[in-house]
């Protein structure tokens, strides 16, 4: 089976608060995207990207997919107003059956074993959304107040979501909804079940100054072995 990752990173990182946005940063000399990149080329040898940037940084990306070990398997495309209008653009480059990972260019500190449970579960039950176990306590407001959840029925959602290429197409033709915070939700309005599969505690999304904080010892420890 054909397989298309399609990494949006066409936002301006406005909680980053730097003027480059945050998947151009540099981490131990790389920047953030180029680690996204490389899990990607890491996964499958016949794994293919199409990577979506913001307009105006399309010849940076030009400068990093050149610094990765396998250009040829890259393609750029240009981001939209929201994520949900950035994949939809990336996805309308598919015109093959395939299966389709969704994935966020900031968490760049995602595995290839991450990527291929991904696929073992998309080919297995439709899609496959990455998804980790919460450790703090919850509460949700309500109009009294607020009340406690069961954390042990909680999962926190990442990236990638992974589904057959016929089905994301046709749930991002739908109109775009404040709802749709990622993929499962876009396509579980066409009310096709969702499944999760385990994530990874490390797959952070880069968000704020801290996360790059984290993500550099990461990647330190990554590269000492531990
Ligand atoms: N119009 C947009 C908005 C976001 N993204 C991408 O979606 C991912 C997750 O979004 P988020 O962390 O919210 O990134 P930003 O929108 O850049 O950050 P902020 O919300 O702080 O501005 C990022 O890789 C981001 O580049 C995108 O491709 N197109
Ligand atoms: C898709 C996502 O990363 C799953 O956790 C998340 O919903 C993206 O949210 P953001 O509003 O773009 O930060």
């Given at each position: 089976?054909?397989k298309?990752?399609?990494?949006?990173?066409?936002?301006?990182?406005l909680?980053?608060g730097?003027?480059?946005p945050?998947q151009?940063?540099?981490?131990?000399?790389k920047?953030?995207?180029?680690y996204?990149?490389t899990?990607?080329?890491?996964?499958?040898?016949?794994?293919?990207?199409?990577?979506?940037?913001?307009?105006?940084h399309l010849?940076?990306?030009?400068?990093?997919?050149?610094?990765?070990y396998?250009?040829?398997?890259?393609?750029?495309?240009?981001?939209?107003?929201?994520?949900?209008?950035?994949?939809?653009n990336?996805?309308?480059?598919?015109r093959?059956?395939?299966?389709?990972?969704?994935?966020?260019?900031?968490?760049?500190?995602?595995?290839?074993?991450?990527?291929?449970?991904?696929?073992?579960?998309?080919?297995?039950?439709?899609?496959?959304i990455?998804?980790?176990?919460?450790?703090?306590?919850?509460?949700?407001?309500?109009?009294?107040?607020?009340?406690?959840?069961?954390?042990n029925?909680?999962?926190?959602?990442?990236?990638?979501q992974?589904?057959?290429?016929?089905?994301?197409?046709?749930a991002?033709?739908?109109?775009?909804?404040?709802?749709?915070?990622?993929?499962?939700?876009?396509?579980e309005?066409?009310?096709?079940k969702?499944?999760l599969?385990?994530?990874e505690?490390?797959?952070?999304k880069?968000t704020r100054?801290?996360?790059l904080l984290?993500?550099?010892?990461?990647?330190?420890?990554?590269?000492?072995?531990?």
């Amino acid at each position: 089976m054909e397989k298309y990752a399609v990494v949006v990173a066409g936002g301006s990182g406005l909680r980053m608060g730097t003027t480059v946005p945050k998947q151009f940063l540099e981490l131990r000399g790389k920047p953030v995207i180029w680690y996204t990149l490389t899990a990607f080329l890491d996964s499958f040898p016949d794994m293919q990207i199409i990577l979506v940037l913001p307009e105006q940084h399309l010849q940076t990306g030009q400068q990093i997919l050149r610094s990765t070990y396998d250009p040829d398997r890259i393609w750029m495309t240009v981001g939209g107003e929201t994520r949900f209008h950035s994949v939809r653009n990336g996805l309308q480059h598919i015109r093959k059956h395939s299966i389709v990972f969704v994935h966020d260019g900031v968490r760049c500190l995602l595995t290839p074993e991450l990527i291929r449970r991904c696929y073992e579960g998309a080919v297995d039950k439709g899609n496959a959304i990455a998804a980790v176990g919460a450790t703090d306590s919850i509460r949700i407001e309500t109009f009294n107040g607020n009340e406690q959840l069961d954390r042990n029925k909680i999962r926190i959602i990442q990236t990638p979501q992974t589904f057959y290429s016929d089905i994301v197409k046709s749930a991002f033709e739908q109109d775009f909804h404040e709802s749709f915070t990622d993929e499962a939700s876009v396509v579980e309005k066409l009310g096709v079940k969702i499944h999760l599969i385990e994530g990874e505690n490390s797959n952070i999304k880069i968000t704020r100054p801290l996360d790059l904080l984290i993500a550099e010892k990461v990647l330190e420890e990554r590269e000492m072995g531990l």
